[in-house]
């Protein structure tokens, strides 16, 4: 592995705040080039760039993870697939993740990419709740307890931090359901 | 309500006592929209609970937002490449204004020291003097005559070639994304080319330059064939009728260390497709 690559394999395995910044600088330009030109926005572009270090940030996990290809080439390979799977969405066409693709089956990613399109609905849906909703949940989903929350959020009692978690939820999964997405995604 | 939450999310924290899960479990059996309900819980649990990846969500966020200035100002690579535009255009300025200033009017003796009554081209002077810093700055390098061409150390950067290498891809109907290394004295290439166009057999070629802005276009230090494979994918591709060919190049090259160039063309195309650099 180049030097170059395994410095921005090892900012996205340690979620390196500097090395991403880095990242981003060399690539994101590259990446909004190729978005704009097969139809998207430079929002659509930030939007696939982030989807595709998650997935990287994913696979990375995995302690047999061999760059197999140049970073920029399994990127690039990434953002096309994410794209392509998107762009059929729009368009309402069959979806499915190629199974031969070269840079995607080298590094076995096609299953990632195919969970990162599932769980960006959940995710879509997190961040169009409030702050405080946002917040709470967060604590909630990493099983921080309701006492401690109260507490945290200042709530009067554990009761209301309760019923303001089950409205916080309650919101959150209205939204799953209300996205296009999620009847398809029920359906795997 | 409430209470139908508290029972999913206990159940899916194993903390239902006993007897309540095994009703919770009949009751799944025979409830599919309960069922569906509580596959979707653990969903959402299982996608918003992860810890880390929150992390490096919030992470990649702050910088993305961090990111916007550039983004939105004009793109990085547009930038260097109006400043070095902008640069030339001053220096072509400049440089004629000291050609009308010193070079003897045709009607004057050639010993008489610049004509006074000559400002005819001056009114621009005064405005331009100010803009003389960013000039230094970004044309030394193209200003051969200035640079002894010997002097020139491997490793600095050809701002011609460096403005291509940040435009690149530099063609929309045969979109490249390509890279190059160098592992001793092997240099190999590879990248992906998206395209409409292509037609099988159609010869794409890549040439290696060194830094000295002489020998580009016209010495290149290495050229050759690249190879060209067609991604088979089955699934319907949404970029129109683009294909997506992988390219690759290997060569056995040996070069001193030094920053180095390589430009891909196809056969037909009078402009390149893509300019990286490379260093050895």
Known sequence: MRPADEHYINAIRHNDGTGLQQLYQEFLPRIS?????????????????????????????????????????LLYGICRNLWGNRLQKKSGNEVSIPEDYKYTDEANLSQLLEQ????????????????????????????????EIAERMEYSSVGYAKKRKFQCKEQLIQRVKADARYSELMNK | MQEQYERIEAYLDGTLPEPERKAFEAELERDQTLAAEVELHRRVHRTLGN??????????????????????????????????????????????????????????????????????????????APEEEPVEETTTPTAPEDTPIANIPPDQPNPALEALVAASPLSATYELAVEARFSGQDFTLEGEMLSAQYEEGQSMTLTLFDNRPDNYPDAPLHTGEIQVMEIDEDAPIAFAAKKAYFLAYEAALDLPAGLYYYVVRVDGEAEALWVGKVEQ
């Open chain 1, 33 to 73: 080039a190729f978005i704009r030109r097969n139809g998207g926005s430079d929002a659509d572009a930030k939007d696939i760039f982030q989807d595709a270090l998650i997935v990287l940030f994913k696979k990375v996990q995995d302690t047999d993870f061999q760059l197999t290809s140049g970073f920029y080439t």
């Open chain 1, 116 to 147: 990162q399109e599932e769980e960006q609905v959940f995710w879509d849906a997190f961040r169009e709740l409030g702050q405080d909703c946002q917040q709470l949940l967060q604590w909630f989903f990493a099983k921080v307890k309701m006492a």
């Open chain 2, 51 to 128: 810890a880390d990846e929150w992390a490096f969500r919030q992470n990649l966020e702050a910088i993305s937002e961090a990111y916007e200035a550039p983004a939105e100002n004009g793109k990085p690579e547009n930038r260097s490449a109006l400043r070095l535009l902008l640069g030339i255009l001053i220096l072509i300025i400049i440089a004629s204004l000291l050609y009308y200033f010193f070079m003897p009017a045709p009607d004057a003796a050639p010993t008489e020291p610049p004509a006074i009554e000559q400002p005819a081209p001056s009114p621009t002077a005064p405005e331009e």
